[in-house]
């Protein structure tokens, strides 16, 4: 079974990029949505991961974001 929700820096391992670049995403607006249980935990689903992937996709380095 796959872990439901991953923290910080398991994201940003997933993802290959490093912890500070999602604290400043979320502090930015959130390209990458999170999950805050309580008032200080901060978590990504899976899916919410592999959906980010998916929109980084492109076909040009001239393609617009």
Known sequence: MTKALFTTK???ELLGVSKAFLERDRWAGARVP???VGSRAVRYRL??????????IRHSTSEVA
């Open 10 to 12: 398991e994201a940003a």
């Open 34 to 36: 999170f999950i805050k």
């Open 47 to 56: 899916s919410d991961l592999e959906s980010y992937i998916e929109r980084q």
